[in-house]
């Protein structure tokens, strides 16, 4: 009767946090209630965990890992920066697909007869290795320690996928077949593939990210995300968890949406963007007509002096100059002055999603002032200056105006349709997609180059004086 009630209990505990999960998600959906639904839904997570507790013969080893792993995991979220939390992402979304990993690892070996429930462990296992091994290239990516493709691996990074699919498959007939009762399979056999399954999962996630730019991470991000919720689900199956296949099912659900709103942001399929890729003969500067106009930081103070309608596009310059709260105080300053201020924010500018919306909700700049392309492109003419930091493919006019470019397509802010363009950046270097950008040689664009910072601090020093 005491074994009954505490799986009655931890039935229902497993509802609860599901409703919190649930309703922690749709708080996210809106900037004012998004830092308590990460509450709420974190809450809902431990409740999960400590009623799983219940039934375990030693707690004391398993609250002891929580532990351990909350601090360590606080000691992460207290001391990155802003700009590092897409590399600390996809390494969350790694140990995600990693504990899956270990935790079908532990329930095969549990088996001590061929059934089916080996292929449900089977496709958890190469989930969570292709999440996690995955999802380190993309880290070191997203850090800029990765550089550069190589076409030779590339290609061999293909036709490694195409052979880790076909094992797959072998190994779900053998494990059907030995199911079903044929003498030439059996448990040594099927023990043998899956121990080289374990390998080719992890080597498959090398062979998955290596080849996509970094121009793409955000999207291969988004994607690993789902991953790991799929795993996690899947771990949910094997172990009869009700709380873990609804927290899998959430992320794997809400990471594919997102994946696929990416995707449409880019105009691109997700065959094209993880099979195929931009091509490498974009535009380059000698093919450009017109002439780079540098501007000082105090003539770029004059024209933006006398603006009175502003529309500001960061990239991920600002991210990396760490230039979000002096933007936020130009801003400021240029509403002061009786100009009309907003931010034209690309779905796809940084290095995961919402990259651009996470530092400037940092710097406490109004949701209301974030507009996405098709927001602000119908009225780009009346924009007296577009300000552009750090951006350089979200705003690149190749994607509308050269049908042979390899973003051609692809929505964009056309913020060359401004009356005047200021674009502040370190050099006339090329964006992820590896294509030269026209907007620097127009004839309405003004090239501010320095670190993004220090620029901006000097027009606010200036509107101060």
Known sequence: MMELDLNLLQQLGYIFSAILFIYGLKMLSNESTAARGNVVSSIGMLFAVLVTVIEIVNPVLVLSAVLLGALIGSAFALKVKMTSIPEMVALFNGFGGLSSFFLAWSEFNNLSAISLIMVLSFM?????????????????????ILKGNNNFLNKASRWFLIFSFLFVIIAVIQVIAGGLGYEFIDLALIQKIFIALLI???FAGLAFVLPIGGGDMPVVISLLNSFSGIAAASAGVLLTNTALIVAGCLVGASGLVLTLIMAKSMNRTLYNIFFVGYESSGS???????EIKPISAEDAYLVVE????????PGYGMAVAQAQHVVKELGDLLEENGCEVSYGIHPVAGRMPGHMNVLLAEANVSYDNLLEPKDINPTMETVDIAIVIGAND???????EEPGSPIYGMPI??????????VLKRSMASGFA???????FKENSRMLFGDAKE???KLVAEFKD
């Open 413 to 422: 802010l056309e913020v060359h349709r401004a009356k005047t363009v200021m």
């Open 306 to 313: 006398a603006a009175r309608s502003a529309l500001i596009v």
């Open 200 to 202: 080719i999962s992890l």
């Open 284 to 290: 380059s500067a000698a093919e450009i007509d017109g």
């Open 394 to 400: 979200v705003v690149n006019p190749s994607a509308t």
């Open 124 to 144: 958890t296992v190469l989930i969570g290795g292709i999440t996690f091994s995955g999802s380190v290239v993309a880290f070191f990516k997203l850090s800029e």
């Open 434 to 440: 590896g294509v030269q950008n026209p907007l620097f």
């Open 455 to 457: 620029s901006i601090s």
